[in-house]
T-cell receptor, first 114, second 113 residues
Framework: DTEVTQTPKHLVMGMTNKKSLKCEQHMGHRAMYWYKQKAKKPPELMFVYSYEKLSINESVPSRFSPECPNSSLLNLHLHALQPEDSALYLC?????????????FGPGTRLTVT | DQQVKQNSPSLSVQEGRISILNCDYTNSMFDYFLWYKKYPAEGPTFLISISSIKDKNEDGRFTVFLNKSAKHLSLHIVPSQPGDSAVYFCAASEGSGAQKLVFGQGTRLTINP
C-alpha cells in the first residue's frame, strides 16, 4: 500500500481566514513533505519533516505553518493568504532512511484564495 | 537556475510505438533520479528510478537510461498505450533519506490510437 491521503480535496478561503490542510500515511514512513504546484509548473518543495522534526524549510512565508503531530500525520496551517497562494498543495512521504529515495504523493488539495 | 530540465513540453506518439522522454541535469551532486507520471487534478505517481551507480533500470514497459558523463537520462515506454497519456516529470535527489526532490518542467505525452 503506497497511499497518502489528503483532506480536503478542494478549499476556497478568503484572505482573512484561517484553515488547515491535512495529510495522512500509514506506510510507516518517517519523512513527510509539503509541495506546492502552480498550473503548468513542477512541484516545488515547501517543507520536510524527518522523524517528526522540521528538517527543511524552503524559505516559505510565515503565513504557512507546518505541523507534524505524529509520524503518520502532517498538517499545513494557513493564515492571511494571498490570491497568488492559490495552487495545488501536495503532501508526500518516504521511508526517510539512508537507503530510500522514492517519495509517494497524495492527490493534493486544490486551494483557491479569494 | 533550473537544475533539472525537460526541454520538450510535449510529445505525441502512436499507440504501440516507443515513447522516449528526455531529461538533462546540471548538478553533479545528484545521485538518484526518478520519473513520475501525473494526471490532471491528481498527485504525481512514482514510476521508476535509477541510482547514479547504474546506467539502466527496467520495470515492465518502462526503462530508464542514465548517461552520467552527459548528465542526461531518458525514459523509454514500449509499447505505448493510450493510458500512458499524462504529464511526465523527471526528478533528482542529492542524497538519500528525507531529501528535496528537484523536478523538471514536465513533458506532456499524448498517445494517439
Amino acid at each position: 500500500d503506497t497511499e497518502v491521503t489528503q483532506t480536503p480535496k478542494h478549499l476556497v478561503m478568503g484572505m482573512t481566514n484561517k484553515k488547515s490542510l491535512k495529510c495522512e500515511q500509514h506506510m510507516g514512513h518517517r519523512a513527510m513533505y509539503w509541495y506546492k504546484q502552480k498550473a503548468k509548473k513542477p512541484p516545488e518543495l515547501m517543507f520536510v519533516y524527518s522523524y517528526e522534526k522540521l528538517s527543511i524549510n524552503e524559505s516559505v512565508p510565515s503565513r504557512f505553518s507546518p505541523e507534524c503531530p505524529n509520524s503518520s500525520l502532517l498538517n499545513l496551517h494557513l493564515h492571511a493568504l494571498q490570491p497568488e497562494d492559490s495552487a495545488l498543495y501536495l503532501c508526500a512521504s518516504s521511508q526517510g532512511t539512508s537507503d530510500s529515495y522514492e517519495q509517494y504523493f497524495g492527490p493534493g488539495t486544490r486551494l483557491t484564495v479569494t | 537556475d533550473q537544475q533539472v530540465k525537460q526541454n520538450s513540453p510535449s510529445l505525441s506518439v502512436q499507440e504501440g510505438r516507443i515513447s522516449i522522454l528526455n531529461c538533462d541535469y546540471t548538478n553533479s551532486m545528484f545521485d538518484y533520479f526518478l520519473w513520475y507520471k501525473k494526471y490532471p487534478a491528481e498527485g504525481p505517481t512514482f514510476l521508476i528510478s535509477i541510482s547514479s551507480i547504474k546506467d539502466k533500470n527496467e520495470d515492465g514497459r518502462f526503462t530508464v537510461f542514465l548517461n552520467k558523463s552527459a548528465k542526461h537520462l531518458s525514459l523509454h515506454i514500449v509499447p505505448s498505450q493510450p493510458g500512458d497519456s499524462a504529464v511526465y516529470f523527471c526528478a533528482a535527489s542529492e542524497g538519500s533519506g528525507a531529501q528535496k526532490l528537484v523536478f523538471g518542467q514536465g513533458t506532456r505525452l499524448t498517445i494517439n490510437p
